[in-house]
């Protein structure tokens, strides 16, 4: 389960009717449909899904990061809730913009699933985390570098003066991923976005990664958006769980009530395939299929076409309502819209 923290009940930051587009040569491809979430501040909420189920487009474009072929509905609405207590609509912004710049990085940073691409191979660890404070904080280059040294050691790297002076490719896999938190924090963010940060990591390093993160947000009490498609590692950090699907929300609620009383089938079918010490000998259960290409996008519910409790004539012709579980549980499903409060 994921450590208590001190959370308020302002949001940070509220996404409303999100929808994300991309002109290709095949086509419009929608890859966020129409979706909604907030972040309270010094909450963690966790985003899991398969991939190509637009975790990362989604809060990419927080930080106005997507491509050029891009298009954001002019519906969608991302407000954030800058230090100043100013609420910025992202949206409204440009993205070469003075204000979008002082944010991004600034008040929200983002951690790649990758160090090794995100850091320039011919510069040292240490002159890439000092450009960042520079950029983003008023302070000297002597401020900036003793600042880029306590924050290495602050993330667990031994000998941090002599680290500040390697090259990304002298650090181990877990390293970089420590110097890349490094970097994401040098800042003292509001808003941390995590994009899969311990994917390429074995269990032991990745389990010190996710200990390390809970134990900055409680120190620095910024909130984090972690994304992963990894219910297990989800729920020792997440306060809060959506599950997504082919660009659609299809469940949200607190941790202990996704991985306890998950209520859609695809969370179920996740839950399912997670390893576990005691069905050691057992066969993991995969869930059957593929998710659909974004050009060919199923009607109804996106997950019917995988769905083991699929309701012909309902779930392949309508998209189902939010049904409301609990105050802080709610699901897109047919099988549960008798409960509708």
């Not at 800058?82 to 003075?98: A, D, F, H, Q």
């Not at 134990?215 to 959506?242: P, Y």
């Not at 699907?245 to 079918?269: D, F, M, S, V």
Request: net charge negative; aromatic share 4%.
């Amino acid at each position: 389960m994921a450590i208590t923290k001190e959370t308020t009940d302002a949001n940070l930051l509220e996404v409303k009717n999100l929808k994300i587009s991309f002109k290709t040569d095949e086509g419009i491809i929608t890859a966020v449909d129409g979706i909604n979430f907030s972040v309270k501040q010094g909450q963690t909420l966790g985003i899991v899904g398969e991939s190509g189920s637009g975790k990362s487009v989604s809060t990419w474009s927080i930080m106005r990061l997507l491509p050029k072929n891009s298009i954001i509905d002019k519906a969608s609405s991302i407000q954030f809730q800058r230090k100043s207590g100013k609420v910025v609509e992202i949206t409204n912004l440009k993205p070469n913009s003075r204000e979008l710049r002082k944010i991004r990085g600034g008040e929200v940073a983002l951690i790649f699933q990758e160090p090794m691409s995100s850091f320039s191979p011919v510069y040292t660890i240490g002159n890439q985390i000092m450009e960042a404070v520079l950029q983003h904080r008023d302070v000297s280059k002597e401020e900036a570098q003793e600042i880029a040294i306590d924050m290495l050691d602050r993330v667990g790297i031994a000998n941090p003066r002599q680290r500040f002076k390697q090259f990304p490719f002298e650090l181990s896999g877990g390293m970089r991923q420590r110097a890349m938190i490094a970097v994401a924090l040098s800042m003292n963010p509001s808003l941390l976005i995590a994009d899969e940060p311990t994917t390429s990591l074995d269990v032991t390093i990745q389990a010190q990664i996710l200990e390390l993160m809970n134990e900055l947000q409680k120190d620095m009490g910024m909130s984090i958006i972690f994304i992963t498609h990894n219910l297990g590692v989800i729920a020792q950090v997440a306060d809060e769980i959506e599950v997504m699907y082919l660009g659609k929300i299809l469940e949200r609620g607190t941790t202990k009530e996704i991985i306890n009383h998950p209520q859609h089938p695809y969370t179920q079918a996740l839950l399912k395939a997670i390893p576990r010490l005691d069905h050691i000998g057992e066969r993991l259960t995969a869930i059957s299929g593929d998710i659909p290409s974004p050009l060919s996008r199923p009607i109804g519910c996106p997950f019917h076409t995988r769905c083991e409790e699929v309701i012909p004539g309902l779930c392949d012709v309508e998209m189902p309502s939010l049904t409301q579980i609990s105050a802080t549980h709610n699901v897109y499903c047919f099988l549960h819209e008798e409960r509708d409060v």
